[in-house]
């Protein structure tokens, strides 16, 4: 069983940034993509960014693209997004996955999720 634990999460207002981090346990080869994935408010999950392990290529979902940033820390086995220009719409908790296939933006590619952080931007 893999356990994710997300951290970085909190109360932020419009325009600021955030950091969140996923750690995993290794070894890695036992699963390739990591992805974030958030539930806001009243929302279905929706998905936010993903990156391989092994190529380091990435998928964004349009709403984040250029004020997001996933990358990954190898030797810590551990995944980080940084969240800039913060809006409310991106309030909601944010969660880890990991799954054995590519990148993807579909939650069924992922076969382990973390408990989630919570990401509360303020107007």
């Known amino acids: 069983q893999v356990q994710l634990v997300e951290s970085g999460g909190g109360l932020v207002q419009a325009g600021g940034s955030l950091k969140l981090s996923c750690g995993a346990p290794?070894?890695?080869?036992?699963?390739?993509?990591m992805g974030w994935f958030r539930q806001g408010p009243g929302k279905e999950r929706e998905f936010v960014a993903a990156?391989?392990?092994?190529?380091?290529?990435?998928l964004y979902a349009d709403s984040v693209k250029g004020r997001f940033t996933i990358f990954r820390d190898n030797a810590k086995n551990t995944v980080y997004l940084q969240m800039n220009s913060l809006q409310p719409e991106d309030t909601g908790v944010y969660y880890c996955?990991?799954?054995?296939?590519?990148?993807?933006?579909?939650?069924?590619?992922?076969?382990?999720w973390g408990q989630g952080t919570q990401v509360t931007v303020s107007s």
């Open positions: 996955a990991a799954g054995r296939q590519g990148p993807s933006p579909a939650h069924y590619g992922y076969a382990y």
């Open positions: 290794g070894p890695t080869f036992r699963y390739n993509a």
């Open positions: 990156i391989s392990w092994s190529t380091g290529s990435i």
